[in-house]
Structure formats: structure tokens, C-alpha cells
Nanobody, 120 residues
Framework: VQLVESGGGSVQAGGSLRLPCAAS????????MGWFRQAPGKEREGVAAIRRYSGTTFYADSVKGRLTISQDNAKNAVYLHMSSLQPEDTAMYYCATSKLWSLESSDFPYWGRGTQVTVS
């Protein structure tokens, strides 16, 4: 399974970004897609997950109401829509996928390389 994130960049506080993640390879038996982030000096944090076949979503409390995860199964893509961005949202954002329904990074064996989001 290969994952490629894009859409990162620099944005002013209060702005918005959409991060796409394209999946390829043996994705047919994967249960969930997740977005994680890691800021310098901090642990990786799960922010949102979506079940591939039901569309059920789950969010970390820290991002509820500001971040939205969505998917396009026909394109094998997942998206993270981010609004009302704040400087504390600055981090490397990673897309990951798992056979489990989880937002624990240890449950995700497949990861993209990440895309940087900087909010000033």
C-alpha cells in the first residue's frame, strides 16, 4: 500500500487548507483511513479517521468542529479539510491506513511521507 499526501503549505491564522491523500496498491482489505500530525518536539497525534465502507468518522477533541475528514472510494482518496487554522495546528500531517478501526498510530502499518502545514 502506498500513500501520498499533498496540499500542505503556509497559511495565515483563520485560514483554511484541504489535504488530499491518494492511496494505491492492495487497499481492498483496509478498514480505515486516518490523519495524524506531529509538531516539532511533540508526539504524533491522531486527529481524524474514517471507515472506508461505512463513512463513519472519528475526531480528536482538539480538532472537532474545525477539521473534517472525507473520502472518495472511487478514487481511493481521503481528504482532510481544515478551517479556522491556528498556529498550534502547525505540524507535519500524515495520512495512514489500517485494517483496524482506530486512531492509535501503532495500529496503522501504512503511512505516507507527510505534508507540512504552517500557520502564522
Amino acid at each position: 500500500v502506498q500513500l501520498v499526501e499533498s496540499g500542505g503549505g503556509s497559511v495565515q491564522a483563520g485560514g483554511s487548507l484541504r489535504l488530499p491523500c491518494a492511496a494505491s496498491g492492495a487497499t481492498y482489505n483496509l478498514c480505515s483511513m486516518g490523519w495524524f500530525r506531529q509538531a516539532p518536539g511533540k508526539e504524533r497525534e491522531g486527529v481524524a479517521a474514517i471507515r472506508r465502507y461505512s463513512g463513519t468518522t472519528f475526531y480528536a477533541d482538539s480538532v472537532k468542529g474545525r477539521l473534517t475528514i472525507s473520502q472518495d472510494n472511487a478514487k481511493n482518496a481521503v481528504y482532510l479539510h481544515m478551517s479556522s487554522l491556528q498556529p498550534e495546528d502547525t505540524a507535519m500531517y500524515y495520512c495512514a491506513t489500517s485494517k483496524l478501526w482506530s486512531l492509535e498510530s501503532s495500529d496503522f502499518p501504512y503511512w505516507g511521507r507527510g505534508t507540512q502545514v504552517t500557520v502564522s
